[in-house]
Structures are given as C-alpha cells and as structure tokens.
Nanobody
C-alpha cells in the first residue's frame, strides 16, 4: 500500500503561483507513475499532469501546458506541481494519484490505484 498526502493548496489571486506537494509513504521502495487531477463540484476528475517513475517523462493537459510544471524528488518520495499564472478556471480540488500498473503516464483516473485526500486551490479574479 502507498499513502499519498497533498499540501500547498490555498486561495490566491489570478496571475499568482502555488506549488503543490504530494508526499508518498508506505511501499515506496519502487517509484510509481504519479499524476495530478482536479475536480470541481458536479464534474468528473480531470487529468492535469503526470510524471514517470524516474521523472524523465512528463505529460500535461492542454489547459495547463506552459503554466504548470510537474517534477519529483524520489529521495524525498515527493512529487510537485508548480502552478504559475493561475486563472480562476484553475479553481478546483487537486489530488495526486499513483499507479504501479503502468510505466507510461496514464491520463484516466481509473488507471490509478492510490489517491490522496485532495487540496483546495481557489483562484479569484
């Protein structure tokens, strides 16, 4: 089992930046493909960004490409999501997820096995 805990959410103004962290504990002897998803009330979870276990490969949703950067520090079992130039439409609960089933970066929430509890990001105009 792997436990994931997100942190770093908050309320900011449009144009501001935030950095989210996803700390893993438990069976971290192997590295997992990790993704960030976001969800607003009444909507499905949507893929934001993902990173391979080594960190060599990344993938982004078109809506955040060029503004968000995903990275990882495997020595700290932590994945980060740097969010720059935030927009009101980025407002959501952000959750990180990990999967041991794939080496490629999956973009469907059903492909992920472990989830954090989520952290709220609110961007006002």
């Amino acid at each position: 089992q792997v436990q994931l805990v997100e942190s770093g959410g908050g309320a900011v103004q449009a144009g501001d930046s935030l950095r989210l962290s996803c700390a893993a504990s438990g069976r971290t002897s192997r590295t997992y493909v990790t993704g960030w998803f976001r969800q607003t009330p009444g909507d499905e979870r949507t893929f934001v960004a993902g990173i391979s276990g080594s960190g060599a490969a990344t993938r982004y949703a078109s809506s955040v490409k060029g503004r968000f950067t995903i990275s990882r520090d495997n020595s700290k079992n932590t994945v980060y999501l740097q969010m720059n130039n935030l927009k009101p439409e980025d407002t959501a609960v952000y959750s990180c997820a990990a999967t041991a089933r794939y080496s490629a970066i999956a973009s469907f929430s059903a492909d992920y096995d472990y989830w954090g509890q989520g952290t709220q990001v609110t961007v006002s105009s």
